[in-house]
């Protein structure tokens, strides 16, 4: 993909710059590894920068006339975050496209297009009348702040409270069909969704004046990144095709437009402005993402489009999912959110030991907030409402001092102890909480002895991924990558083998374990522990009916899942 800009200098020397990172995803990415033969000509004399980063140029100019930059980016790579261009459709993501020249930060911007035939632009911009066309950005953060999808792809239109907002799709269903052919109600009930994300920050309308859906559905793929006008979501076909596919491919829409205001407008002090250069502490992501992601799952209820046995399913999973990560114990979510740039978009092997995500106990703790708020007979919609007004509708950036006011605004007590839960590594108290609503976790015990650590099948045995701290395998010297070939004189090939000789109710006693590393076959003794929580099912508490408080307890339930009033 080529790439022009066409500038006229104000000054003799010129910097330029292509950005780092992409707002929304927290990860130093490098763009400039895709950016090939850059070419800069004035005047029809071709000029030589100097590089003096990685991914900065400066130059001395000759003139003021009119400067040409151009070069190529390999679009290669099918994320929300990336670039990707083939025979069937493109999409840019103008942070990995569009260089900074020094001194335009805050200029207009003029984009434009040359496409195949047949082929249509989707762009959340403003479009330029007259013969030139394109689209106009009013300064460098929005033309990055624009997602930008191409080819020949039908159009919908929908509006929500009047503001219009396009859906465009890429890639089939498992029909091989268009989604909203074998679907043509999603729309309708997405509009629900959005009205719903409405309600809950109290405004009638979008935050923004237009918006575009842009889904990608392929093979496997899950995610999405959030933009003031629009959003980009990736959804694998075949999770859509599970009964719960299409409720979790809501969540996520609702995830991403509930960002227009959590985090695009309402916005940590730390983004405003945006540094396209560099990783930027921010300690307040688990507001930023655990809130979205908490009430994602909630929105598609209180919009009607799934039942409180399927959202209790969902946050359900999520509580199990937390309740057995062994990371939770080394690291706060204060540190999750600080060291996100280094950590949680780079996990390896021994990560689910030493970290937790933001997003994952972030929306924990903002279920405790919420349940904890409603006992002081407010809620987490009073909080973020007061957010947006206070910060977020005036574009003025929060630090974590103004959340924890806020949320002790409705309840004094938050004042020590919403400090106490971000810094700390120990769980906050749930349990008690959802005692409130009538429900309990119960824990479900794994169907063979504790091994600390996860198998999967290898070309010889069973192959080491992941390995506990202090757990068996950790205590029998066991590492990554480690090849289990026999337990006991018995050939091990799959999960089967193992497990039959490590059943429940079989004594714990101590096991040769043959396993190869590295090429060379060793031993160890393996001595596996009683049989470990495996997940917890969020259920229906009976001890609600034996105190006679069942119905006050549904009542509170139903009030908390619709994100009422307490």
């Known amino acids: 993909m080529r790439v022009r800009l066409l500038h006229t200098p104000r000054q003799l020397s010129l910097r330029l710059a292509l950005p780092a990172w992409t707002p929304g995803s927290y990860l130093i990415r490098d763009y400039v590894r895709q950016l090939e033969g850059l ?9 030589e920068p100097r590089r003096t980063s990685p991914s900065s140029w400066q130059l001395d100019l000759p003139s003021l006339e009119p400067v040409a930059i151009s070069y190529a980016v390999l679009a290669a790579e099918l994320t929300v975050r990336t670039c990707h261009l083939d025979g069937d459709h493109g999409f840019l993501a103008l942070a990995a496209v569009v260089v900074e020249l020094e001194g335009e930060r805050w200029s207009p911007h003029r984009l434009q297009l040359s496409l195949p035939p047949s082929w249509e632009a989707f762009v959340p911009l403003p479009e330029l009348n007259g013969p030139a066309g394109g689209w106009l950005a009013a300064d460098f953060d929005q033309l990055l702040d624009t997602p930008i999808e191409v080819g020949p792809h039908r159009l919908h239109h929908f509006s929500v409270a009047g503001v219009p907002h396009r859906w465009v799709s890429w890639g089939r269903d498992l029909q091989g069909g268009d989604l909203l052919d074998s679907d043509p109600h999603l729309l309708s009930d997405l509009e629900k969704v959005c009205l719903a994300c409405c309600r809950l920050m109290g405004v009638e309308r979008p935050a923004a004046d237009h918006y575009l859906f842009v889904l990608h559905l392929t093979e496997s793929g899950y995610g999405g990144l959030e933009h003031d006008h629009s959003t980009v979501l990736q959804f694998g076909r075949r999770v859509l095709a599970k009964p719960d596919g299409r409720r979790k491919l809501l969540q996520l829409a609702a995830h991403e437009y509930l960002h227009q205001w959590n985090v695009r407008r309402l916005r940590p002090a730390e983004l405003s402005p945006y540094r396209y250069d560099q990783a930027v502490v921010v300690p307040t992501l688990w507001f930023a ?10 929105l598609p209820h209180c919009a009607g489009c799934s039942s409180e046995a399927e959202v209790l399913e969902d946050l359900g999973n999520d509580l199990s999912r937390y309740l057995l990560s062994s990371g939770r114990r080394l690291q706060s979510l204060r540190a999750s959110s600080e060291e996100a740039w280094v950590k949680l978009y780079r996990p390896d092997a021994y990560s689910p030991n030493s970290q937790v995500s933001y997003y994952l106990k972030g929306a924990v703790l903002a279920l405790v907030l919420d349940l904890h708020l409603r006992r002081a007979g407010s809620g987490l919609p009073v909080v973020l ?54 429900l309990r976790l119960e824990p479900r015990l794994a169907g063979s002895q504790e091994l600390g650590c996860r198998l999967e099948p290898g070309s010889g045995g069973l192959v080491v991924q992941r390995v506990g701290r202090e757990g068996p395998a950790e205590r029998a010297g066991l590492v990554v990558g480690d090849e289990w070939i026999g337990l006991d004189g018995v050939r091990l090939r799959n999960i089967d083998d193992l497990m039959v000789q490590l059943r429940p109710e079989a004594p714990l006693i101590s096991h040769q374990l043959l396993f190869c590393r590295d090429g060379l076959v060793r031993t160890t003794v393996l001595l596996p522990m009683a049989p470990a929580v495996e997940s917890w099912q969020l259920q229906l508490d009976p001890a609600t009916s034996e105190l006679g408080t069942s119905e006050v307890c549904a009542e509170r339930r139903r009030r908390w899942l619709g994100l009422e009033a307490a």
């Open 385 to 438: 409402r007061q957010l947006w007004a206070s910060h977020g509708a005036v574009g003025r950036g929060y630090q974590e001092t103004d959340l924890i006011e806020a949320f002790a605004s409705q309840s004094s007590d938050l004042a020590e102890l919403l400090p106490r839960w971000l810094t700390s590594c120990e769980d906050p108290p749930l349990f008690g909480y959802l005692a409130d609503v009538g």
């Open 289 to 298: 993402e655990g809130i979205t992601s908490y009430v994602d799952q909630l």
């Open 39 to 47: 070419e800069i000509t004035q005047a029809g004399l071709h000029l």
